[in-house]
């Protein structure tokens, strides 16, 4: 099958900090990609690259697609002057130009030449593959689908919302229906209703679809096959056969990695041991025969000779493996309990009668040792300032709320109070092992969610995933019977938020869980509750 997008030898840096080295990819007609990889690796760059909207610094990128071709940024660049129409309307400005020429072409079949024949027939395949015939009505669909049917066609694109306006690029790229859809993150501002309706029209398209997502049930749903753009080795990994295959792989390579390291462990405790006891092993209290002392000392010199010889080759070869070791991989992802974890029964937080503001009102909560519960609701229904109640980060203007045990807090958004502190010290804050730096740096390493070379990177220089990935090691480190958790998967890659579920299965104390993850919340085991109605209440679901 022919390649209609592919990528050779390219490069890319932004600000001086190298993205991709010499990648390549080959992309046919009709796959749908999936493009994972941490916050900041290159996934937007990428998608921008294969659209033409930024040049490589070397190599090529081509891209067939005589259907025509969409982008759809994270942020819709829609002019805020012009209407909802107006949107739609330069959307399929290139379908309404082919029908134009069809019915101009159209009125002059009678006596038209060969050449104009066939031009009527390309347009007319072109029209027809693209659905041209049924686009106003896709239009409707669309805006229904993302639930934008309420929206005013007249209404000015500057007073919709940052969701209204993602959701209106969203339905207009699926509406004209070009051959090529790129997309960057499109399940943003979707509710699970637009969500069904958008993995439906993907599936449903004719052409190629690569979308850049990190919504694991997306990924399980529409892609053919998932590209991870490794931000360690600024490369592009393949994985054939989508999501599955792609978490497959990672669990393949963990296992060489655990195989790996113990050989090597293996062969240098070997060479260790041989390098120290092959001189006592070999030719020893062997007696002088016939009192010949010329022959012995001959002898005894070859032994010596052989003996050192293979002493310097195990030492070559120890220090060759010791200049290349093998890092132990890092533990799974576990939280800890506090130690006194089984005196802290019954009542974990208390909320009573309270309110803030207008975001949040509950007259009674209560959270129990080894309870989990998950929220929900719409955006800024009030969870992230209830689970801020709850950790004591955001005083009531109302009410009371009791807190017992320790508490683990991962918010939302992670700010940066000391920008010049380097990664060590801001994750050794407050722990009783900071002044030891090797202690520290060991338990650091040991989560895996950072390489050495990342330890004195000052906190202000880490991109939106890192500092996520900080402040989820600071929580591991910690103690606790509480955890509260405030969109735990945002910014981390998919390997890591697989690991992270797991811990939270594994996890004995209490949990109370703020995400907009499909399948986290498909997965969890739990009270599941919502918050609603515009005046937040908690409402068991």
Same mark, same amino acid.
């Given at each position: ?11 890319? @840096? ?9 990648? @390549?990819?080959?992309?046919?007609? &009709? ?27 070397? &190599?090529?990128? !081509? ?95 500057? @007073? ?92 393949? #390579? ?54 050192? @010889? ?34 802290? #029964? ?84 407050? !722990?009783?092992? #900071? ?13 895996? !969610? ?45 390997? !890591? ?39 937040? #209440?908690?409402?068991?679901?």
């Amino acid at each position: 099958m022919p390649t209609q997008i592919s990528l050779h030898f390219v490069s890319k @840096s932004h600000a001086d900090r190298p993205l991709l080295d010499r990648v @390549s990819l080959a992309v046919r007609p &009709g796959e749908r990609l999936g493009i994972v990889g941490e916050n900041g690796a290159g996934k937007s760059t990428l998608l921008r690259l294969i659209a033409g909207l930024e040049p490589p610094d070397e &190599g090529r990128v !081509l891209l067939t697609a005589d259907g025509g071709t969409g982008y759809l940024g994270q942020t819709p660049d829609l002019p805020p002057d012009r209407t909802v129409q107006d949107a739609i309307d330069a959307a399929l400005a290139e379908l309404r130009d082919i029908e134009r020429r069809l019915r101009s072409l159209e009125a002059i079949l009678g006596d038209a030449a060969p050449a104009q024949l066939d031009a009527y027939g390309d347009l007319l395949t072109r029209f027809e593959l693209r659905g041209g015939y049924e686009a106003d009505a896709r239009v409707d669909r669309a805006l229904h689908g993302l639930g934008l049917d309420g929206l005013g066609r007249g209404r000015l694109l500057g @007073s919709l919302s940052g969701g209204e306006q993602a959701r209106l690029g969203l339905a207009c790229l699926i509406s004209a229906a070009p051959e090529v859809m790129l997309l960057d993150e499109p399940t943003n501002h979707l509710d699970a209703t637009a969500l069904d309706w958008l993995e439906e029209a993907l599936l449903a398209h004719r052409g190629t679809v690569l979308a850049v997502s990190h919504d694991r049930l997306f990924l399980q749903r529409i892609a053919t096959a998932v590209v991870e753009v490794d931000a360690d080795r600024r490369a592009l990994v393949r994985y054939g056969e989508g999501y599955g295959t792609f978490l497959a792989a990672k669990a393949a #390579a963990r296992r060489r990695w655990e195989q790996e390291h113990a050989q090597w462990c293996e062969e240098v405790a070997r060479l260790t041991a041989h390098a120290a006891g092959a001189a006592r092993g070999v030719a020893q209290d062997r007696g002088m025969k016939d009192n010949n002392k010329m022959a012995y000392d001959r002898d005894r010199g070859r032994v010596q000779a052989s003996v050192s @010889s293979r002493v310097r080759n195990a030492q070559e070869r120890l220090r060759r493996l010791r200049a290349e070791p093998v890092p132990r991989p890092p533990e799974p992802l576990r939280f800890r309990a506090a130690p006194d974890s089984g005196d802290t #029964a019954g009542t974990l937080v208390r909320l009573d009668d309270v309110r803030v503001g207008d975001r949040l009102a509950v007259d009674a909560l209560t959270v129990r040792a080894g309870e989990r519960i998950l929220v929900h609701g719409a955006n800024g229904a009030g969870k992230t300032t209830l689970l801020r109640v709850m950790a004591g980060a955001t005083a009531p203007d109302r009410g009371t709320v009791v807190r017992r045990g320790r508490i683990g807090f991962l918010a939302q958004e992670i700010p940066v109070s000391r920008p010049a502190e380097p990664l060590l010290a801001a994750f050794g804050r407050g !722990l009783a092992l #900071a002044g030891d730096p090797d202690e520290l740096a060991a338990l650091l390493l040991s989560f895996g !969610l950072f390489r050495e070379r990342d330890l004195h990177v000052p906190v202000g220089s880490l991109s939106a995933g890192q500092r996520r990935r900080l402040a989820l090691a600071r929580l591991l480190a910690r103690p606790a019977d509480l955890l509260l958790l405030d969109e735990p998967t945002n910014h981390l890659a998919l390997a !890591l938020v697989e690991e992270l579920e797991e811990a939270l299965a594994a996890w004995p104390g209490a949990l109370v869980v703020v995400s907009h993850d499909r399948l986290l919340r498909r997965r969890f085991a739990g009270r599941p509750y919502e918050l609603r109605d515009g005046r937040p #209440a908690l409402v068991a679901c």
